[in-house]
């Protein structure tokens, strides 16, 4: 628990009386539908104070802010409205009755592991999991604070581009059993080197093994087979070969198939797209057999889960088929959804690759081993189209008249091209990090077959 520096006990019973009464905890004022509680934080270009006024006229039932001029019986007003949201976050986590506060990090999978391990849970309990991509050091406390005192299980995504994120985060959420997806090539700007990214995820291992009980641990990875062998909580491991949750692939045409071996034989058809998919599902199966769902509830719910949107989404327009995941990208994430694509997408394909961002003096290297691969395994009737100027500083997009160089999504001669392309391409493969806005191909692809 972090400790109360802006705030003190009488401040937090008053928040605390705000809160109760409560529909939810907002920092956005568009999302103020009546009943809130608004809390002002600051901005990059302005401060949440300057639209306290707006929220009560929308009906929010009060605020928490910075400005003293803003005081009214309705309106705390506190030194810091984020480290405030941050110690109040923490002290409310002591007062929810759950089972266990679940929190999940890794370098790719979090969201979808975390949706697909809630979705699981929820077959047997109530259950409560971030809004959108609630994981940082904003997120994480407002997923906190509109999570019900009664609730079963807590679900967490914990991100990080920095060492000690992690901790901090688990200072406030307090997790009491942890699972790491995977470790990666991401984020290394923030991180330094992969090393610095080891450090920053193990973070979470290290909480759980000091206040925690249980730790999940993919056994196919050796990795983190290795980093969760110092804690001495309890570990859960599931894997293809051996664990107590034990699966295997069956065939990915395009949905991925599989079948559970252990703890008995069920085969699964998903709607998920991508062989490494079995891993975040095999993770979010021992969460939910750990906590006693039966396994006819788990493979009833993992049949049912529909992937994230921008994360593996696989969708069909006329006669393509277009995948397509840009919330984000690292070179690890890229690779394995480049080899899941062409698991099925034999011929004809069109490649839209986004910039990967945040990989520090690293970057061209890697940029670099992501084009290769990509050359290696297209075809002369293949096209492939680089978007981002990190891929400017390689010689093959230059040289190679296969490829061809866009700076931004954000171009009407770059949509034309790919709306060009759709009659022709049976298989389209989008992916990028998010500055990409890669969505915005698919908006306009939906636009083009609305009409």
């Known amino acids: 628990m972090i400790q109360l520096e802006i705030l003190n006990d009488n401040v937090v019973k008053k928040i605390y009386r705000l809160h109760s009464r409560s529909k939810k905890v907002v920092f956005d004022t568009r999302e103020i539908e009546g009943g809130e509680l608004f809390w002002a934080l600051p901005g990059s270009k302005t401060h949440g104070d300057q639209f306290v006024q707006d929220a009560l006229s929308k009906g929010a039932i009060g605020a928490i802010c910075s400005d003293e001029s803003l005081k009214q019986d309705n ?27 679940i929190g999940i990090t890794g370098s790719s999978g979090k969201t979808t592991t975390r949706a697909l391990t809630a979705h699981v849970l929820s ?27 009664n609730i079963d299980f807590l679900v967490l995504e914990l991100g990080a581009n920095h060492i000690g994120e992690i901790e901090f985060l688990c200072q406030i959420a307090r997790p009491t059993e942890g699972l790491i997806t995977n470790i990666g090539r991401a984020h290394l700007e923030g991180f330094g080197s992969f090393e610095g990214v080891i450090r920053a995820k193990t973070e979470l291992y290290k909480w759980i093994n000091e206040h925690g009980s249980i730790l999940y641990v993919n056994c196919d990875d050796p990795l983190l087979v290795a980093q969760s062998d110092v804690v001495k909580a309890n570990k859960i491991y599931y894997g293809t070969q051996k664990g107590k949750v034990i699966g295997k692939i069956i065939g990915v045409n395009p949905y991925l198939r599989f079948k559970f071996l252990k ?51 696989l969708i069909k327009m006329g006669e393509s088929w277009i995948w397509f995941d840009a919330y984000n990208a690292n070179p690890d994430s890229m690779l394995a959804s480049l080899k899941s694509f062409v698991d099925f997408a034999k011929g004809n394909r069109l490649f ?5 961002k945040e990989l520090g003096d ?84 939906k636009e083009l077959f609305a009409d």
């Not at 077959?123 to 005192?149: A, D, F, W």
């Not at 057999?289 to 049912?304: D, F, M, N, S």
């Not at 839209?352 to 990967?356: E, L």
Request: hydrophobic share 40%; net charge positive.
């Open 75 to 101: 309106v705390i007003v506190v030194e810091d409205t984020l480290r405030a949201l941050q110690e109040y976050a923490s002290w409310y986590r002591s007062k929810l009755q759950t089972k266990a506060v």
């Open 123 to 149: 077959g047997l309990y109530r259950v409560s999991q971030p809004e959108k991509n609630y994981n940082n050091h904003i997120g994480v406390p407002i997923t906190i604070l509109n999570t019900p005192e």
């Open 263 to 313: 703890p008995s034989e069920i085969d699964l058809l998903t709607n998920l797209a991508g062989k490494y998919n079995l891993y975040n599902i095999l993770a979010a199966a021992a969460v939910g057999l750990r906590h006693g769902v039966p396994l006819r509830i788990v493979a009833k719910r993992i049949a049912t889960f529909l992937p994230v949107e921008m994360r593996s989404n």
């Open 352 to 356: 839209i690759i986004g910039s990967m």
């Open 362 to 445: 690293q970057s061209t290297q890697l940029h670099k081993k992501i084009l290769d691969f990509v050359l290696s395994i297209s075809t002369s009737n293949d096209e492939i189209v680089c978007v981002g100027d990190e891929w400017k500083k390689l010689e093959e997009p230059l040289a190679n008249k296969q490829i061809k160089l866009f700076s931004s999504a954000n171009d009407d001669f770059f949509l034309e091209t790919v709306v060009n392309q759709m009659n022709s391409r049976k298989f389209i493969f989008i992916k990028g990090s998010r500055e990409n806005k890669l969505e915005l191909i698919l908006n306009k692809l």
